[in-house]
């Protein structure tokens, strides 16, 4: 599209992180942005803000049909939304489960649905999944977040071959350690007390990820990433965006041993090593 008709874009999780410093770029990019979350932003950068809830399906049609009457069109739908929650699984609890799965997985399939009616009857249309490296290997005590994010790979692959021949494209970007609000923001299980048996490997764990965040990506290079996959004509399916090492484990896995990928992944995240111990 020109100028004069701007592509219109749906980015949700619009309120910081990945989602905002994305919304923030496009519009300084020329695009109609829209930019939706739970809450507002603390600045606003230009874009339009939206109000939205997507683990609720009313708030989501309300939201989308806002930008259909004002626009006319969702040319791009860009999904951020995105809760974590640490802990060993055995403690979560079921809220907190529900939440993850709620806003993470059940919340981009929302999404895409209502806009996906949009985008089939004009014949075109690019949905940007953001999913997470979580979502290629499991990660210890993010447990219900790696299984939200792994359903976002399979939803997004069905997804693209049911759409294909309405020229509508879905792209998948899984950013590994990003340097955003969530590592400061993230909840340790509320079923997780001092007396838990998991304890120790939990701070581990938690530490580890953190620190390891902490010298990730910017979430600004993040969002170019994303403006380039907008602007091309022929964006590949997945993104791995990240150092090296992050873009090559996925790939490591489905040729190392189970078990010995396992074993190395417990080790960085401070785990203790070695085989589970024999039942007496």
Same mark, same amino acid.
């Given at each position: 599209?020109?100028?004069?008709?701007?592509?219109?874009? !749906?980015?949700?999780?619009?309120?910081?992180?990945?989602?905002?410093?994305?919304?923030?770029?496009?519009?300084?990019?020329?695009?109609?942005?829209?930019?939706?979350?739970?809450?507002?932003?603390?600045?606003?950068?230009?874009?339009?803000?939206?109000?939205? *809830?997507?683990?609720?399906?009313?708030?989501?049609?309300?939201?989308?049909?806002?930008?259909?009457?004002?626009?006319?069109?969702?040319?791009?739908?860009?999904?951020?939304?995105?809760?974590?929650?640490?802990?060993?699984?055995?403690?979560?609890?079921?809220?907190?489960?529900? *939440?993850? !799965?709620?806003?993470? !997985?059940?919340?981009?399939?929302?999404?895409?649905?209502?806009? @996906?009616?949009?985008?089939?009857?004009?014949? %075109?249309?690019?949905?940007?999944?953001?999913?997470?490296?979580?979502?290629?290997?499991?990660?210890?005590?993010?447990?219900?977040?790696?299984?939200?994010?792994?359903?976002?790979?399979?939803?997004? /692959?069905?997804?693209?071959? /049911?759409?294909?021949?309405?020229?509508?494209?879905?792209?998948?970007?899984?950013?590994?350690?990003?340097?955003?609000?969530?590592?400061?923001?993230?909840?340790?299980?509320?079923?997780?007390?001092?007396? %838990?048996?998991?304890? /120790?490997?939990?701070?581990?764990?938690?530490?580890?990820?953190?620190? %390891?965040?902490?010298?990730?990506?910017?979430? /600004?290079?993040?969002a170019r990433l994303i403006g380039r996959i907008v602007r091309s004509k022929s964006p590949r399916f997945r993104y791995t965006p990240g150092p090296l090492i992050e873009r090559i484990t996925p790939a490591a896995r489905r040729v190392?041993?189970?078990? @010995?990928?396992?074993?190395?992944? %417990?080790?960085?995240?401070?785990?203790?090593?070695?085989?589970?111990?024999?039942?007496?």
């Open positions: 599209m020109t100028m004069k008709n701007p592509l219109v874009v !749906l980015v949700v999780g619009a309120s910081s992180g990945i989602g905002k410093a994305t919304a923030s770029l496009l519009f300084d990019r020329g695009l109609r942005v829209y930019g939706a979350a739970r809450s507002a932003p603390k600045a606003h950068d230009g874009f339009t803000f939206l109000p939205i *809830d997507v683990r609720d399906s009313g708030s989501v049609r309300g939201c989308v049909s806002r930008v259909l009457t004002e626009a006319g069109r969702i040319d791009v739908l860009v999904n951020c939304a995105g809760v974590a929650v640490g802990g060993p699984v055995e403690e979560m609890l079921e809220e907190e489960i529900m *939440d993850q !799965l709620q806003t993470n !997985l059940l919340g981009t399939m929302r999404m895409c649905r209502t806009v @996906l009616p949009g985008m089939r009857k004009q014949g %075109s249309g690019l949905i940007i999944n953001v999913g997470s490296m979580a979502g290629l290997m499991g990660l210890p005590f993010q447990s219900i977040y790696s299984a939200s994010k792994y359903g976002i790979e399979g939803f997004s /692959e069905s997804l693209q071959m /049911e759409v294909n021949d309405f020229g509508i494209r879905i792209v998948v970007v899984d950013p590994g350690d990003i340097s955003t609000e969530i590592t400061a923001h993230r909840k340790v299980s509320a079923g997780s007390g001092a007396d %838990s048996p998991y304890r /120790e490997g939990l701070q581990q764990a938690m530490h580890s990820q953190a620190r %390891s965040e902490k010298h990730g990506w910017k979430v /600004e290079r993040l190392v041993p189970d078990r @010995l990928f396992l074993r190395v992944l %417990s080790g960085f995240y401070g785990l203790r090593k070695g085989e589970p111990r024999a039942r007496s």
